[in-house]
């Protein structure tokens, strides 16, 4: 994480960190809030690119804070970008994976050398705490470092197959991975540098060229990691950093017929609509869908309570359960049930809201006006179909006036069929059901849609069950540092099984670089 310290920052670990991180966090804050509103441009064939229209970056947490002001691209600058990337892939193709390697190391380098300014970007622009935002940026440059060490673990993807029994002649077979042109990023608010950061990697280093698309609320995040690539020395056009709206910029890409493969990491209701859109071309093209979860905590009456009460609240509500792997529902053993509800509630009641960037803050704002609202409504509709324990309310005075606070909330007693058990709500909203029996609570966990993260506490042998039947792509056990959140390349690679991603393989982990090249295979014949 940084020379001196041999600390490393994941989201298992945040929770204590070294002083070092909170001193070096406030000076890079202060220097980057003195250097607050520029305008940035888009960065097409390695030149800044600005258009007619502009918008306006704002603080989640007090929004008469202009963060930035950004670009809204057009079609014709999409269009640009595509032309750019597409001239620039066969030199960038055909540069050594080694050197390519090289210079995705050097990015990453940069990264951690700027995680400080960096971070304090994505806390001021996402909300998120002190400690999430520089685990964003810190898991960025572990995505690009698992990349490039998985290229040359498979030295780059070049196999000798076998020969062919043939008399007479000698046969050689290679199966070569190669990239498939020009890769888009689309890339949702919540991690805006490791989502756009992990899939741009991992499409460079296997040689593709790249567009990255960011959401609205987050363009800075993803400038300042377009910089990082800039400044690593990746060759103009190779990478292209455009803003903007996605339904007119995003749209004009996903329709461009020279867009060779896709990642999307969004909502599923978006993520369809490209998998529907991008499907009409000529021919069948990559489309990597990284989608949303509702994603359950099961406890069973021999689970260790305290470690589940924490495990639980931080996954509820880090960043404001706003997290793709956010524990948004909770199924509890009757035995076990009040006791657990009442560590819940207590936990929950201790938790800070307030400024993301102070020090003893756990939860910022939620993101914009939308999920207020949203907010505000999943909460009237919860207390008049639930019990609400604690939350349900927005907070409007002092210094919560400007941002979009809100109070994150327990509820009990929802009807097993009411709509809110199956919807992803995206907001600091968790419900929690009593059950007989874990075969009843591994039903319900099941019975949604999504499949990307679940947690369990219990006993060993009912975690080896738990492990077994449970659909989703990221499981945990017995873990305080997060029911279902907090996975770190390497460690926990990332995906979702059913409406929560479309490829069955992992982001951050062994089987993820294959899903950007297509296989050749080169068979060589001699006369002998
Ligand atoms: N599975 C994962 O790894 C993962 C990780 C993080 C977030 N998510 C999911 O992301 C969602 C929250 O993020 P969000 O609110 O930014 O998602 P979103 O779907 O609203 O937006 C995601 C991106 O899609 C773009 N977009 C919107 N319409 C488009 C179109 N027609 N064509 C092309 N691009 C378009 C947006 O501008 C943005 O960049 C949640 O559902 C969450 O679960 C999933
Ligand atoms: N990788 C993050 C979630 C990313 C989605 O929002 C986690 O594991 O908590």
Known sequence: MTAESPFKLTYATMFNPPEELHTRFEEALAKVKAGLGKEYGMIIDGKER?????????????????????????????????????????????????????????????????????????????????????????ETA?????????????????????????????????????????????????????????????????????????????????????????????????????????????????????????????????????????????????????????NPAIVSRHANLEDAAVGIVRSAFGLQGQKCSACSRVFIEEPVY????????????????????????????VINASSYRDYQNFAEELHQSGRVLTGGKILTEGEYAKGYFVTPTL???????????????FVPITTIAKVSNLEEAMTRANEVMYGLTAGFYGSPEEVEWFFDRIEAGVTYANRPQGATTGAWPGFQPFGGWKASGASGKNAGGVYYLPLYMHEQIRTLVKRL
Not at 120 to 137: I, P, Q, S, T, Y
Not at 344 to 351: E, M, S
Not at 411 to 425: F, G, I, S, T, Y
Request: with cysteine.
């Open 50 to 138: 600005f258009a007619d229209e502009k918008f306006v970056d704002h603080n989640p947490a007090n929004t008469n804070e202009f963060l930035g002001i950004f670009q809204k691209g057009t079609v014709q600058d999409a269009h640009d970008a595509v032309a750019a990337a597409k001239k620039a892939f066969y030199k960038w193709s055909h540069t050594p994976w080694q050197e390519r390697v090289a210079l995705i190391r050097k990015a990453a380098d940069l990264i951690d050398q700027r995680i400080f300014e960096i971070g304090a970007a994505v806390a001021l622009e996402v909300g998120k705490n002190r400690m999430e935002a520089l685990g964003d940026v810190a």
């Open 142 to 294: 572990d995505l690009f470092r698992y990349a490039c060490d998985s290229m040359e673990k498979n030295n780059g993807f070049i196999v000798e197959m076998g020969r062919d029994p043939l008399t007479g002649f000698q046969s050689t077979n290679f199966s070569v991975l190669r990239p498939y042109g020009v890769w888009l990023v689309i890339s949702p608010f919540n991690f805006p540098a490791a989502l756009t950061g992990g899939p741009s990697a991992a499409a460079l280093v296997t040689g593709n060229t790249l567009i990255m698309k960011p959401a609205t609320d987050t363009p800075w995040t993803a400038r300042l990691l377009a910089e990082c690539l800039r400044d690593a020395g990746i060759p103009d056009g190779v990478f292209n950093y455009v803003t903007g709206p996605g339904s007119t910029l995003g749209q004009a890409l996903i329709d461009h017929p020279d867009i060779a493969g896709v990642t999307f990491t969004g909502s599923y209701d978006v993520g369809m609509k490209i998998y529907r859109d991008f499907a009409q071309s000529r021919w069948v093209r990559p489309t990597i869908l990284e989608l949303g979860g509702k």
């Open 338 to 365: 009040d006791e657990l509800v009442e560590r819940l509630v207590a936990l929950t009641n201790k938790l800070t809201i307030g400024d993301p960037t102070a020090r003893n803050v756990y939860m910022g704002p």
């Open 411 to 425: 509820v009990a007693d929802l009807p097993a069929d009411h709509r809110l058990w199956q919807v992803e709500m």
